[in-house]
């Protein structure tokens, strides 16, 4: 049960230094938020995503361990969980097994905290842009479509009231 302890403890340190990589994605892409940089913010993106699935690649492998280490010790396959093994583990295995769940629950909370500014930063973002193209061309009057209730163009339509659309 040793070595099987020692490769679960492996491969959570493969996926702490992903969640410590993808947190510092989102700090850059915060920045990128801010600035206002779109193209930045899809290379972010992208670099984020190949990070998601090298994570899902070791998910696969320690969900295999923990088969292992179900059929190795008492704990049924379906609770197993990092606690669980820390209660049947050697106090050696304890000690870094331990810290290392400390660790990536640290890092994944503080991830999902810049998370939620992110998405908060973006939907501001997506609001005053919908706000200056409505004062810049108007708001979309259904009333004044382009095309009649038959389906070909209106002979008749009102004058947009947008800035440019008024002023032009």
Known sequence: MRQTILDLCSILQDEKT???G???????????IVAGESGKLEAIIKLQIKQLNKLGALERKRTEINKTISQESAIPESQI????ILETSDPNERVNLSNLQNQITALIAEHTAINAENRELIKSHIEYSDTML???VGAEDPLNNMYGGDGKA???RKKSTGFYDGHA
């Open 18 to 20: 992903i969640v410590k």
């Open 22 to 32: 993808l947190l510092e994605l989102a700090k850059e892409e915060r920045e990128v």
């Open 154 to 156: 209106a002979t008749e």
């Open 134 to 136: 409505e004062l810049m």
């Open 81 to 84: 969980t990092i606690t669980a």
